[in-house]
């Protein structure tokens, strides 16, 4: 059920209350009851209804279902995760799903619940670090690190993506430089440490 919102705004000053519409609290100059200048500034959702809360019932009959944290309140819904019976004020729908507090608690520290993330792993830039770091620090190591990158980016694929950015793509465009990577330090390689040998070996 929908109950029209409150359309009173306080007095910053003396608190006494500011009645209107948006409209009339908007073109408001000053407070009615103390005269000092006032501006009000309302977001939308002023106007907006608002629904009323379920309230947990006490239970009323013998035998009935009650709730596993309030075993004197009425049970509303079992929990989706536990199947543990829940009140209504236990009750968390977390995008149509009904869990309990616990459920809720333990699904989010261990990133079951996608819309209780914050933060998430960012493998493109643990591959970029693995492709461009060598290229300043020790370029020797330009094979290994390139085919381990390759082997993250297979290992990570299907891994959820960032919540800030498209990482997918990311990864693609490395998996194409690891590639390239991989194939030109080798090449270096072979041509560091069998290149000479075949040439003396073509001379004499």
């Excluded at 907006?48 to 944290?69: D, H, M, Q, S």
């Excluded at 309030?70 to 236990?90: E, I, M, S, T, Y």
């Amino acid at each position: 059920m929908s109950v029209p919102a409150n359309r009173s705004v306080p007095c910053p000053r003396c608190a006494a209350d500011l009645a209107g519409g948006p409209v009339e609290l908007s073109a408001l100059p000053q407070c009615p009851a103390c005269e000092v200048e006032t501006r009000v500034v309302l977001f939308p959702a002023f106007d907006w209804p608002f629904a009323e809360a379920v309230r947990a019932e006490l239970v009323v009959l013998t035998g009935e279902a009650t709730c596993f944290y309030h075993p004197q309140k009425r049970a509303h819904v079992p929990c989706d995760a536990c199947g543990r019976f829940l009140c209504a004020l236990c009750d968390l729908d977390v995008n149509g799903a009904h869990l309990c507090p616990q459920c809720l608690e333990t699904g989010a520290k261990k990133s079951r619940l996608p819309e209780l993330e914050r933060e998430r792993t960012r493998w493109d830039r643990i591959v970029s670090t693995l492709l461009f770091a060598p290229l300043v620090l020790c370029w020797v190591l330009l094979p290994l690190t390139s085919l381990v990158a390759l082997v993250v980016i297979g290992w990570k694929w299907k891994a959820p993506p960032s919540l800030v950015s498209n990482t997918r793509i990311s990864l693609g465009v490395y998996a194409a430089v690891a590639v390239l990577q991989f194939g030109g330090s080798v090449f270096m390689w072979w041509l560091i440490f069998a290149g000479p040998h075949t040439l003396t070996t073509t001379v004499q």
